[in-house]
């Protein structure tokens, strides 16, 4: 039997993330090869022209599952009836900014939007973050959308998580499908705590951990970190424009693991609400380790936290709460 058909709303789907990811939403990349869809765009009028432009191009790629397209300029449109919202619009900090006021900016349209999903979307609908500062504009969507359910606001660090898996699948010359279960920790920022004491390889002799196999603790727990945490500014620096593909790509890596669930002994890395896990306080949106069954996504449980890795959760932590109480003091 055909699967029923589902809404998915892209917010700034006019801008270079939005480019890429329509069609992989509308080729079944996200939610399977077999679920029809519906693309719902939102961007703001100076970009409506452009938007239209991409409903033109998603009309002459005739995708087979694309069964409609709705590309507007009006929030409650955007938002009425959709099963999953990818939220990806935002302002840009832009020269001679200060980072309050870009916060400002993005939580008043975070605020908003939160208010029209809250009253318009589907029940149930699922929300990804994806726009910066992404942990604190889902914290604030959260906030304004309180009948939404906590568990179903997330914000993505897959992208982190991906470029972690990256960067050993290279050093050890192995594909990268054979590495899984690093952890991204905290906030999408330099502060980010990528992890890999708890991740393997699959090896022709089962499968080894990935400090066993590099031997190199000092790359590890230096430069390996540091490369993670800085990718996304160094993608900027060469293409003097930030990550585009990857993001998409992970965005619906992230969709997909979180509707469809995560393969038996893998996690992934989502920001989700802290319930106060690990000793991260509760109330703010951080990345863990979680697994995904039927649509929800649970943090694994149980893993030891050395002390090294206990100072980097923490200095996370830290920069996240200092976010929220900025991103409060831009209501107030
Ligand atoms: N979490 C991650 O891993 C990750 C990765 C890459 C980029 N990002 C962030 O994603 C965001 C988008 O990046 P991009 O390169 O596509 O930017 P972009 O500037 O190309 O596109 C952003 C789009 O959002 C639109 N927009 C602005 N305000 C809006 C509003 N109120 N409602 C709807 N749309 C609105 C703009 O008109 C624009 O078309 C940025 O904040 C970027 O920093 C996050
Ligand atoms: O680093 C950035 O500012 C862009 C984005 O968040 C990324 O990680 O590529």
């Known amino acids: 039997m055909a ?11 006019a801008g270079q993330i939005g480019y890429a990811l ?4 509308a080729r079944g990349v996200m939610l399977g090869p077999d679920q029809p869809v519906i693309l719902h765009m939102l961007d703001i009028p100076p970009a409506a022209e452009a938007l239209n432009g991409v409903k033109m191009e998603l009309v002459d790629a005739a995708f087979p599952l694309l069964k409609g397209v709705v590309a507007t300029t009006d929030v409650v449109e955007a938002c009425t009836g959709v099963n999953i919202a990818v939220m990806v619009g935002g302002f840009p900090r832009k020269e001679g900014m200060e980072r309050k006021d870009v916060m400002s900016k993005n939580v008043s349209i975070y605020r908003s939007q939160a208010s029209a999903l809250e009253k318009h979307a589907a029940a149930n609908c699922k929300v990804l973050v994806v726009a910066n500062p992404a942990n604190t504009n889902a914290l604030i969507l959260k906030e304004f959308a309180p009948s939404i359910p906590e568990k179903n606001i997330t914000c993505l660090t897959r992208l982190d998580h991906n470029r972690a898996l990256g960067q050993i699948s290279e050093r050890l010359n192995v594909q990268v499908s054979d590495v899984k279960n690093v952890i991204i920790w905290g906030n999408h920022s330099s502060t980010q705590y ?7 390889v699959k090896t022709p002799s089962g ?14 727990n230096a430069e390996f970190i540091t490369t993670v945490q800085q990718r996304g500014a160094a993608i900027i620096k060469a293409r003097k424009l930030s990550s585009a593909l990857s993001a998409a790509s992970s965005a619906c890596d992230h969709i997909r693991d979180w509707v469809l669930g995560t393969p038996e002994g893998t996690w992934v890395s989502m920001g989700v609400y802290s319930d106060g896990s690990y000793n991260v306080p509760a109330g703010l949106i951080y990345s863990f380790p979680v697994t995904c069954q039927n649509g929800e996504w649970k943090i694994v449980q149980g893993l030891h936290i050395d002390e090294f890795s206990r100072k980097k959760l923490d200095l996370t932590a830290d920069e996240l709460s200092e976010e929220k109480a900025l991103a409060y003091s831009c209501l107030s």
């Not at 699967?3 to 789907?13: Q, S």
């Not at 990528?194 to 393997?200: C, K, L, Q, Y």
């Not at 499968?207 to 590890?220: A, G, H, Q, T, Y």
């Open 194 to 200: 990528p992890d890999v004491n708890h991740a393997t």
């Open 3 to 13: 699967k029923e058909t589902v809404r998915v709303l892209v917010t700034g789907a």
């Open 22 to 25: 329509v069609p992989m939403i």
């Open 207 to 220: 499968e080894k951990s990935v400090r066993e196999l590099i031997k190199d603790d000092e790359w590890l």
